[in-house]
C-alpha cells in the first residue's frame, strides 16, 4: 500500500509540475504581449500615427436591463457624451420589477410610440415602446416579459436601425472616445465581424463627460483584488489570442458585432447564462463552416468601466453564473477540441479554456486536497513544498502587477502612491487566498445549475461616481 500511494504522490507531483509550467509560461508570454502592445498603441497615439478620417460606422448601442434602476440612467448619460457622430441606444428592459423603466421616462422625457419591430431572431414579444430625439442621437426604451439577457439582446438586435451593434452592461459607462476606438478594427478590415473592447472596474473612479478625472484604488479590499485580477485576464490572453484570429470570448460588457452575421448565425442563444462567449464561440463555427472570411479582433484601448461586486457573496453569484456559461458553450461546441478545420482556434484558444479555464477549479482542488492528504500520510516534504507555493505565489503576483501597471501607465492615470502600495499588498492575497476561494466556487458552480440556468441573478449595485454636462450643449 505505501508502494502504491507513493507511485500515486509521485504522479502527481509531475502532472502538478507540468501543469503549472504550462500555465506559468502561456501567462509569461501573454503579458509579455499584452505589455508590448499596449506600449506600442502608446507610441503611436504620441506620434499620431494612427487611423485618423471623417468617416462613422453607423451603430446601435443595446443596453439589455433587468432591475437597473440604480445605475441606468447614468449608463444613458455616459452613452450620450460619447465623442461619436452616427450611433443609436435602445434600451430593453427586460421583466424590471423595480423602477428602472420609469427612472429613463422620466430623465429623458420619453414619450409611448407606436412602432412594429420585426423578429429576424427569436425573442418575445414587446410589450410597450418609448423614444425620445430630444438629445444627440434617438434613444429606444423597449419594455418587455422576463427572458433572460440573451432574449433582451435579441430584441434589441431585431429594433437596431444600423449595421453594427454595440451590446453593453445597464451597470457600465464608456470613455468618451470607446465607440470611436472600438469601431477602428472595423475601418482597417472589412472581414471584421466581432470586436471587444478592454473592461475594467469603475469603483474608485469618478468619471466625468465620459473622461476619468480622479482615480484611487477602491475602499473595499475585494473590489481592489479584482481590479489586478481583471488587468490580468483582460492583458494577458486576449491580446495573444487576437495576434492569430483566435479569440474565443468576447465581454458581454462591452462589444461590438456585424448584425447581419449575427443574425445568420441565429442571434443570442436564450439557453445558455453564457450568452457572450456562446454567441463569439458560434461565430467562429459558422465563418468557418460557412467558408465566409472573418476576424474576431480585441480593441486594447477601448474602454468601459463597470462596477465589480464588493461582497463575497455577490462575487460568488457571479463567478458560478461566469462557470456555467463556460461549460455551456464549451460542452456546445466541443467538436471543436482536436479539429484541424478549426486551426489554432481548437489547439490553442479551445484547449486553454478546456484545461485553464473549465478544469482548472477542479485540478487545484484537487491539488491542494492532494497535499493535505501527503501531509497526514507524512509523505510531504514540507519545506520544498512551502518553496515552491512561494515560487508560485510571488511569480503570479509579479506578472499581475506588471499588467497593472502597464496599464495604468499607458494610459495615463494618475495613481497614488499609496494605491501602488496597497496594489502591491493585495496582489499576493488575491493569487494566495481569492483564488482558491473562488476555485471552490466555480468547482460547485454546475451543481443544481439547471434550476435557473437562465436568471439574470441578483447583485446589490451602487450609484455610478458619473457626471455629465448637458449633452445637447
Wanted: proline share 3%; charged share 20%; glycine share 6%.
Amino acid at each position: 500500500m505505501r508502494n502504491f500511494l507513493l507511485i500515486f504522490f509521485d504522479w502527481v507531483g509531475v502532472f502538478f509540475v507540468l501543469y503549472m509550467v504550462g500555465y506559468a509560461s502561456f501567462l509569461f508570454l501573454s503579458v509579455t504581449v499584452g505589455s508590448s502592445e499596449l506600449y506600442g498603441a502608446k507610441r503611436r497615439n504620441l506620434l499620431k500615427n494612427e487611423l485618423l478620417n471623417d468617416y462613422y460606422v453607423p451603430v446601435s448601442i443595446l443596453v439589455p436591463a433587468h432591475n437597473e434602476e440604480i445605475t441606468i440612467e447614468a449608463t444613458i448619460r455616459s452613452l450620450l457624451a460619447l465623442h461619436y457622430r452616427l450611433y443609436e441606444i435602445i434600451v430593453v428592459d427586460d421583466g424590471s420589477t423595480d423602477g428602472t423603466t420609469e427612472v429613463l421616462r422620466r430623465a429623458f422625457q420619453m414619450r409611448q410610440v407606436n412602432r412594429p419591430i420585426q423578429r429576424q431572431v427569436p425573442c418575445q414579444e414587446a410589450e410597450a415602446v418609448f423614444e425620445t430625439r430630444a438629445y444627440k442621437v434617438p434613444i429606444t426604451l423597449i419594455r418587455k416579459r422576463n427572458g433572460g439577457k440573451a432574449d433582451a439582446l435579441n430584441m434589441g438586435i431585431n429594433a437596431a436601425r444600423y449595421p453594427y451593434f454595440l451590446c453593453m452592461d445597464a451597470d457600465s459607462v464608456l470613455q468618451s472616445d470607446s465607440l470611436e476606438k472600438i469601431v477602428r478594427p472595423v475601418l482597417e478590415d472589412d472581414h471584421v465581424v466581432a470586436v471587444g473592447g478592454a473592461v475594467r472596474p469603475c469603483n474608485g473612479a469618478e468619471i466625468e463627460n465620459g473622461q476619468v478625472v480622479r482615480y484611487h484604488m477602491p475602499n473595499r479590499v475585494l473590489a481592489c483584488m479584482q481590479v489586478l485580477e481583471y488587468e490580468r485576464s483582460f492583458l494577458a490572453a486576449r491580446i495573444l489570442f487576437d495576434r492569430f484570429n483566435g479569440s474565443i470570448i468576447i465581454s458581454g460588457a462591452f462589444g461590438l458585432f456585424k448584425k447581419s452575421v449575427v443574425i445568420s448565425a441565429g442571434g443570442y442563444d436564450a439557453s445558455t447564462v453564457g450568452e457572450d462567449m456562446e454567441l463569439v464561440v458560434r461565430l467562429h463555427v459558422f465563418c468557418r463552416e460557412n467558408r465566409i472570411p472573418y476576424r474576431i479582433r480585441y480593441a486594447t484601448d477601448a474602454i468601459c468601466w463597470t462596477q465589480v461586486p464588493e461582497s463575497l457573496g455577490d462575487l460568488c453569484k457571479q463567478r458560478r453564473r461566469w462557470h456555467i456559461g463556460l461549460f455551456q458553450s464549451m460542452m456546445k461546441h466541443r467538436r471543436i477540441l482536436a479539429n484541424p478545420k478549426y486551426g489554432l482556434v481548437s489547439f490553442v484558444s479551445y484547449l486553454y479554456f478546456l484545461i485553464y479555464e473549465l478544469l482548472s477549479p477542479y485540478i487545484e482542488v484537487f491539488g491542494v486536497l492532494t497535499m493535505v492528504l501527503a501531509w497526514l500520510l507524512d509523505f510531504l516534504n514540507l519545506p520544498f513544498m512551502l518553496l515552491y507555493l512561494g515560487i508560485y505565489v510571488t511569480y503570479s503576483a509579479i506578472l499581475s502587477l506588471t499588467a497593472f501597471f502597464a496599464r495604468v501607465h499607458t494610459i495615463d492615470l494618475k495613481l497614488a502612491v499609496s494605491d501602488g502600495l496597497k496594489a502591491v499588498g493585495l496582489c499576493l492575497l488575491e493569487v494566495s487566498c481569492l483564488r482558491f476561494i473562488l476555485a471552490w466556487v466555480r468547482m460547485t458552480a454546475l451543481l443544481g445549475y439547471r434550476k435557473k440556468k437562465v436568471s439574470w441573478g441578483s447583485i446589490q449595485r451602487k450609484q455610478i461616481d458619473f457626471k455629465a454636462s448637458d449633452p445637447n450643449e
